[in-house]
């Protein structure tokens, strides 16, 4: 009472509204940041990418004999936007697909000009890939890079361009008032380095501020709707996606694709279960059907009554069938709600491997040699080991489910807001002859150039996680066709791309090979040109910016050490100026593999030991001079590379040359630093940036010799979606168990089944319903495809259902739903079931 009568509230109320608001407006001036909890708008997107599951080559390990034959689990684009409500906004859009892809970018940003003006531009959308080497080739522009696939291959990029313009659209859909927070933590078992002997070449001084040879920090963003509560997470961790083998055939997202399935079904099922409170917990990797299938059947011999009144059936027309997935991606979806969506991007992951248990002889089983990771002199018999060795599936599964479960920790965990404003820099550069100031002792500096792009020797030796780039072996021109003017290596036989290209390849001259030193050249691709770009020159750089956030966009795969000098020379910069709003307390991550592919960037350190991205070798393979050739330029060049064992032969021998994969000379890193920091700088003084020469757009100069479908048939009598091999008659199978059905199918070029499925799980609900339960987006349902012979117009489909713990007993069937094309060229859809079985 006596509070009221000397302090009336009501009365004092609008100068104390006055003085508070002239408060934060000087603070806001004084700090360059906005303060709201809700100065955003966040919005989110997904769609399906999965390209051609049959007949193209895999893009990554450069393995010719690694063509894609069904599917592990589908690749998604994620994207995520964030935006001031009446300012900027910047777009960032994660790929599970090796890398982004120059021609891929001009494209989408077309599209999205067309729909959107000036909205979304190259600016301020980026385009990272998560490196998966588990996904169809032939999307990129440049010759180097297709070479394995056959030339370009039209339904691997049309189904990105398309997806990644559809998750882009979602996201700005779903735009709604938002907060975005930030956490970070550390990992400690998804990587090691797989170079270790070229990081040692680092000075000792900068690698005891340190801990790990490795960045062990994984970064994570969660969006928080308003309205809806959390909608997404995106994070960033550098690790390889290459815990699935030069081997595998099946389409895969790779451990961290599946990451972000384990976390976004994780996420749903707990939503269903209305279990999110204060956090989520997590026991165990997720299973999407096991909160949506009730727990009804206990009676085994009901069981088996049920299943014996379903048998397999003859193949059947199917019509809408993309629905069916759909249902299974929808079970425990709330209606109007967002679609949570989550993604694991990539970042300095160069020398990163996710076969944690270490390299080893697969001839004696003892550790690769150190240095030169070879056995006996031979680096094909060094190969890096993931932690369910030797079956790689477990170890993506158990890479994978590492990383979700230390984004779950970070999720549950994030409190710092992101605060300010949203901004973006981006640039092309010219690095083919860019000019590079480095300081030098004594205060002085020296002008260095770049140098056009090239590949050395060691790039044909690959690295532990897969030996081999382009498949060089040993072997003669009797066998295969790599055919320089002077010698023959082994890639492939009969590839006719290949054919056409070969005779196209350029010597180096004197000032290349000096600006390249001393990494000795194999291929020249910067300066060939025909019959279009090997190589780019252009490459775009991109920063954008999220309040006290900041994503570099490389387009390249940066090695550890040259991650950390990248990132702390930017944050130097944005520090260093206070009109830029930034303080101690910034966020820098780094994405690699973003709006295109240039390879590898090492530190100059590490260019002068040479491994793979650094240029180890050790080539098991054999030059064999045509009689008749006078290139004697090459010949000498080669000669300075190799030891010469016979007039006629020359032959490797435990190469140690550095920057093979590194394209543009021992300065890239240099200038990548240069030229960023002039994007930081523009960033924080609020000013524009050169735009910077175009990269060319050459999708009317591509060719391809990938043959296409020409007709599908089964055998006399039997019809598409016909059973090959069933089930056992009233079989019952245990949790753990594998399932096997083997259908006679036709092509997956003739539908990728986008947004939907070849492969279905059903669950038998009461006597007649069956309820969709696993899809080919599930990790414990594989789709394999496979024919007779290359040009059989034959085929079959094997469906394997490894059964989850989770699984509720009950009566199971297996479906498959696929495309056939007559000799007329007409598409139609067929269907076909299994047998019933049971499952106790």
Known sequence: MEFSSCFNLSRWRPWVTIWLWIALVVLQQHTGVVISDSNYLIGLGSYDITGPAADVNMMGYANTEQIASGIHFRLRARTFIVAEPEGNRVVFVNLDACMASQLVTIKVMERLKARYGDLYTEKNVAISGIHTHAGPGGYL???????????????????????????????????????????????????????????????????????????????????????????????????????????????????????????????????????????????????????????????????????????????????????????????????????????????????????????????????????????????????GRGPGYPDEFESTRIIGERQFRKAVELFNKASEQLIGKVDYRHAFVDFSQLEVTLPKQGGVYEVVKTCPASMGFGFAAGTTDGPGAFDFKQGDDKDCMFVWSLFTLVLCQGNPFWKLVRNLLKTPDQKQIDCQHPKPILLDTGEMKLPYDWAPSILPIQMLRIGQLVILGVPGEFTTMAGRRLRDAVKTVLTSDSRGGFTSNIHVVLAGLTNTYSQYVTTSEEYEVQRYEINHVDIPVKIILHPGTHDTARFTYLRSCVFANHDRLLGFSKFSLLGASTLYGPHTLSAYIQEFKKLATALIHGKPVEEGPQPPDLLDKQISFLTPVVVDATPFGLTFGDVSSDVPQNSTFKRGDLVTVTFWSACPRNDLMTEGTFALVEFLNGKDTWVPAYDDDDFCLLFKWSRPSRFSTRSQATIEWRIPQSTPPGVYRIRHFGSSKSLIGSIRHFAGSSSAFVVA
């Open 141 to 383: 522009q440049y010759v180097v890079y297709i070479v394995t696939s056959l030339g370009f291959v039209r339904q691997s990029f049309d189904v990105l361009v398309d997806g990644i313009e559809k998750s882009i659209i979602e996201a700005h859909q779903n735009l709604r008032p938002g907060s975005v927070s930030v956490s970070k933590g550390e990992l400690l078992d998804a990587g090691v380095n797989r170079s270790p002997s070229a990081y040692l070449n680092n000075p000792a001084a900068e690698r005891r501020k340190y801990k790990y040879d490795v960045d062990k920090e994984m970064t994570l963003l969660k969006f928080v709707d308003h309205e809806w509560g959390p909608v997404g997470s995106f994070n960033w961790f550098a690790t390889h996606g290459t815990s699935m083998s030069r081997t595998n055939s099946l389409i895969s997202g790779d451990n961290k694709g599946a990451a972000a399935r384990f976390m976004e079904d994780w996420f749903e099922q707990n939503s269903i279960r209305n279990a999110y409170t204060d956090g989520f917990g997590v026991d165990e990797v997720p299973r999407r059907v096991s909160s949506i299938i009730p727990d009804l059947h206990k009676n085994h011999h009901h069981l088996l009554e049920l299943a014996a009144s379903f048998q397999s059936h003859t193949g059947g027309p199917a019509a809408n069938i993309r629905s069916v997935a759909r249902r299974v991606r929808g079970a425990l979806r709330q209606a109007n709600k967002p679609v949570f969506v989550s993604a694991f991007c990539q970042s300095n992951c160069g020398d990163v491997s996710p076969n944690v248990l270490g390299a080893f002889c697969i001839d004696t089983g003892l550790p690769c040699d150190f240095n030169h990771s070879t056995c006996g002199g031979k680096n094909e018999l060094c190969y």
